[in-house]
Structures are given as C-alpha cells and as structure tokens.
T-cell receptor
C-alpha cells in the first residue's frame, strides 16, 4: 500500500507547547498535503508542499519535507486548546490516477488548557 | 469560499435498504470523491469522478455505486445496505490534477454518519 503513516498515533501536550507530527510514505510524490479534522467533522486543508520544496510556513504551522527519507513533519508552535483535532498527511504520487490523494491514518492531538 | 454539502449529517437505515448519499459542490471542480472513514483505518477511497458521467473505482468499491449526472453533484449509492457499511462517509471535491503539480487541494463536506441496523 502507498498509504502514508503518521507518527505518533496520539499526542497529548499542554497549551503553549509545540506539537510535532511525522508522516512517512513509500513511493515518490509530487506533493504532500496536511489536513486537520475536528471530531465528527470533515477534513480541512492546512498546507501543501511540493516535492521540490523543503520547508513551508503558514502562521503557526511549519511543514518540512525530506524526499530522500520519504518523510514529512508538521510542527504546530505555541499550541492552543483549539488545535485539538486529528491531523492527516496526504500524498499525491506520480502516476497516480487523476489526482487521487493517499491519506494516512492520522495523529490525534490533544492540547490541554 | 468553497462549499461542499452533504445531504444528511446522520442517517439510520435497515439492512437491505437502498441508500443514497448526495454531495454538492459550488466551485465548479472537475474532481469529486467519496471516502469512508473508520476508526483505526483512516480514510479509504470508495469511488471518484473526474468529469460528468466519468467514474473510477477506489480502494473499496464493493457494495457501492456512484452517479455523476451534473458537474456539481456526486451521489453514492449503497445498493443493499449491510451492517459492515456503518461508517462515516466523506465527500470531497478538487480541481483537476496536472502531471506536474499532482493532486490538488481537496475540499471536504461535513460528513454523513450512517448507521445500518
């Protein structure tokens, strides 16, 4: 399976701390995306990083991509209780059919106030 | 703002019933997708469509069919619902992918939680 894998499966931190989630994948990608899902809701796109990029920032989010290790990380700085959610990485692979994304199983982040 | 809507948030059906889940997007996206989400299994692609009347099977199409008669609307049909189809169903849409840029950002609806008794 090409499915990405997030690590850790669950993460619990205090408000104000940084949260780091990792994603590994198996075959070459043309981009990697991170999504967030609040409990019982749909997913919301956070950030997209292309295969020729190494780092990208958006507000308190920082995403890195290491194509040699086939891995990415999502860092949320100065976390807030409202960041409590599940976070998914999704990969777009060369030769993939018509723009499918392959989603990982997610990291469940709990930020305690 | 892209809006993807799904016909129901919660649905309870009996085994053997025919179930229709409808998804509508308002951004003129070419691609539309149906996923199911189960604890511990993540999102799994059931079917997707890259144009009107065009469809492709995803990872788990068995027991499902789809219909895309209009660009903005993508329906998922459970021909004869079974208890193992109890799940959260998520619809998404995106612009058409390109070879160089790959899959585009997907916009998701709020989900339909289906319970089959």
């Amino acid at each position: 399976s090409q499915q990405g894998e997030e690590d850790p499966q669950a993460l619990s931190i205090q408000e104000g701390e940084n949260a780091t989630m990792n994603c590994s994948y198996k075959t070459s990608i043309n981009n990697l995306q991170w999504y967030r899902q609040n409990s019982g809701r749909g997913l919301v796109h956070l950030i997209l990083i292309r295969s020729n990029e190494r780092e990208k920032h958006s507000g308190r989010l920082r995403v890195t991509l290491d194509t040699s290790k086939k891995s990415s990380s999502l860092l949320i700085t100065a976390s807030r209780a409202a960041d409590t959610a599940s976070y998914f990485c999704a990969t777009s692979h060369y030769g993939g059919s018509q723009g499918n994304l392959i989603f990982g199983k997610g990291t469940k982040l709990s930020v305690k106030p | 703002d892209v809006k993807v809507t799904q016909s129901s948030r919660y649905l309870v059906k009996r085994t053997g019933e025919k179930v229709f889940l409808e998804c509508v997007q308002d951004m003129d996206h070419e691609n539309m997708f149906w996923y199911r989400q189960d604890p511990g299994l993540g999102l799994r692609l059931i079917y997707f469509s890259y144009d009107v009347k065009m469809k492709e099977k995803g990872d788990i199409p068995e027991g499902y069919s789809v219909s895309r008669e209009k660009k903005e609307r993508f329906s998922l049909i459970l021909e004869s619902a079974s208890t193992n189809q109890t799940s959260m169903y998520l619809c998404a849409s995106s612009l058409r992918a390109t070879w160089t840029s790959g899959g585009k950002t997907q916009y998701f609806g709020p989900g339909t939680r289906l319970l089959v008794l």
